[in-house]
């Protein structure tokens, strides 16, 4: 059972501030940042090339430590916690998309998304039974077999979503999804991508800096001087 209500935000970025050192001199990239992201909401984090979007998706992903401020998943703090606890929050609560897909190339659709269930302990049968459904609700019934060499951009990066989110998270990070995508594929993967997200109830940050792209999430936000601001 989850830890908190519908209500409550499943991910929770409270004062986060990030800064590296070059050099002399100090790049502030989060200067104490919010960002609240509710179940079934999707947010565009938009801004040009070196904004901090990478940074903030790391953050939020626990891939990263803040240099102060806390990341709340599921109403826990999770600064305190041991490499191990905070790996465990990643591998069960938390789906990541880049922006190439690092299928395994040797593996077919299918067995791309079982293969982090049957890691996590699910037997082989339920394995291929949940992959087959989502790789469906994705539109891709006719491709289950098929190798990532085998599939279109826009293919593969549905399969990627899939994989994503083949153990149920509660949370989704995308890093620029169809930054390798032509226009029509992207706005195709991001239509699929929002569905997703309110089927599931997910809490999604997807990193972005394509603002027609963005109009198609829930809610946008931007980069401003280390603080994370709303868009309308
Ligand atoms: P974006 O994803 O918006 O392109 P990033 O989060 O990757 O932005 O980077 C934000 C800024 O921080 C960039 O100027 C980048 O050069 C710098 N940066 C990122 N990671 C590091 C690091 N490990 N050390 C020093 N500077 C970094």
């Given at each position: 059972m989850s830890a908190m209500a519908d209500k409550d935000p499943v991910l929770f970025l409270d004062a986060v501030e990030r800064r590296y050192h070059q050099g002399e001199s100090i790049l502030e990239i989060l200067g104490g940042a919010e960002l609240a992201?509710?179940?079934?909401?999707?947010?565009?984090?938009?801004?040009?090339?070196?904004?901090?979007?990478?940074?903030?998706?790391h953050i939020a992903g626990l891939l990263e430590h803040p240099d102060a401020g806390e990341v709340y998943v599921d109403g826990i703090p999770t600064s305190n916690l041991s490499d191990g606890e905070r790996t465990k929050i990643r591998r069960t609560e938390i789906g990541f998309i880049y922006q190439f897909h690092h299928l395994l190339p040797e593996?077919?659709?299918?067995?791309?998304?079982?293969?982090?269930?049957?890691?996590?302990?699910?037997?082989?049968?339920?394995?291929?039974?949940?992959?087959?459904?989502?790789?469906?609700?994705?539109?891709?019934?006719?491709?289950?077999?098929?190798r990532p060499a085998e599939l279109s951009g826009g293919e593969q990066q549905r399969v990627a979503i899939a994989r994503a989110v083949a153990n149920a998270p509660r949370v989704l990070l995308a890093d620029e999804p169809t930054g390798n995508l032509d226009p029509r594929t992207s706005e195709h993967v991001f239509g699929t991508l929002g569905q997703l997200v309110h089927a599931s109830r997910l809490a999604a940050i997807i990193?972005?800096?394509?603002?027609?792209?963005?109009?198609?999430?829930?809610?946008?936000?931007?980069?401003?001087?280390?603080?994370?601001?709303e868009l309308s």
């Open positions: 992201v509710w179940p079934g909401q999707s947010v565009a984090l938009i801004g040009p090339s070196g904004a901090g979007k990478s940074t903030l998706l593996f077919s659709a299918l067995e791309n998304v079982m293969l982090p269930q049957m890691i996590r302990g699910l037997s082989r049968q339920e394995a291929r039974r949940r992959s087959a459904e989502l790789l469906s609700y994705l539109g891709l019934e006719e491709r289950l077999q098929h990193a972005t800096h394509n603002m027609d792209l963005a109009q198609r999430m829930d809610r946008r936000v931007t980069i401003r001087e280390g603080m994370l601001v």
